[in-house]
């Protein structure tokens, strides 16, 4: 038993960082991503302040495609892709790739859900002061959602978390590469066991900090 933790803590750290590194990059693209694209679904509808059935139509269709596809097959799908623009499928960077186009959609669509639930007549007084389609967005429509988001976004990153995980299935590293090269493969399930726990933590960290900053900001 020496011998395996002699051996496993620097696999678990080396994995940790591997995780860490492929979801908050890939946080960052997917929130710099999705966030427009729920304000865009939001502006453009029937009764957005910038009604456009075409661009709503559109973008709608695109996401729904986005989101029905399964994170496993999605890897595949775009390998030509993802090795266009990192020059390889395999490793942690190129899974950063997919899990982007997997996980911006489905921030767009809980973003456009939280502004949804704004006070059309937030919006209405905004019209009435004079304020510009993007002084409405920036200073009326996105911080009043704004807790709403946040809960939102923490949400998205958990699931990302899981994502970030399944990638380990093709070699993308972290903890869901570990779990499954050493704890299903190789039999030993003191480390798949080790990397449920470690994931769990993680995420009910995360979940913790998303509920405390939501609270925050709500009773502002």
């Given amino acids: ?14 994995s940790i960082k591997e995780t860490l590194y ?9 929130v710099l991503i999705g966030i427009p ?10 009764n957005g302040i910038l009604p456009n059935r075409i661009i709503f139509s559109i973008l709608n269709i695109v996401i729904n495609i986005f989101r029905s596809i399964p994170f496993i097959i999605l ?19 190129a899974a950063i790739v997919p899990l982007v186009i997997f996980t911006a959609p489905y921030i767009g669509r ?6 949804l639930e704004v006070d059309q ?5 905004a019209q009435a002061m004079g304020a510009t389609t993007w002084q409405i967005i920036w200073k009326f429509l996105l911080p009043e959602a704004l807790g709403s988001i946040i809960l939102a976004l923490t949400i998205a990153f958990i699931g990302l978390v899981g994502a970030s995980a399944m990638a380990g299935a093709v070699g993308a590293g972290g903890l ?23 994931l769990v933590v993680f995420v009910q960290l995360i979940q913790s900090l998303g509920n405390v900053l939501a609270k925050k900001i709500r009773r502002h």
Wanted: net charge negative.
């Fill in 1 to 14: 038993m020496g011998t395996d933790w002699t051996w496993l803590g620097p696999e678990i750290i080396d």
């Fill in 22 to 30: 492929m979801v908050s990059v890939s946080f960052l693209f997917a």
């Fill in 37 to 46: 694209l729920g304000v865009i679904l939001v502006i453009t509808r029937e």
């Fill in 75 to 93: 890897i595949v799908a775009i390998i030509p892709f993802t090795r266009l623009i990192v020059g390889t499928a395999i490793g942690t960077t």
């Fill in 110 to 115: 809980l973003v456009e859900n939280s502004l």
């Fill in 121 to 125: 007549g937030v919006i209405e007084l």
């Fill in 176 to 198: 869901g590469d570990l779990a499954i090269t050493y704890g299903y493969q190789q039999f030993k399930p003191l480390v798949m066991l080790i990397t449920v726990v470690l």
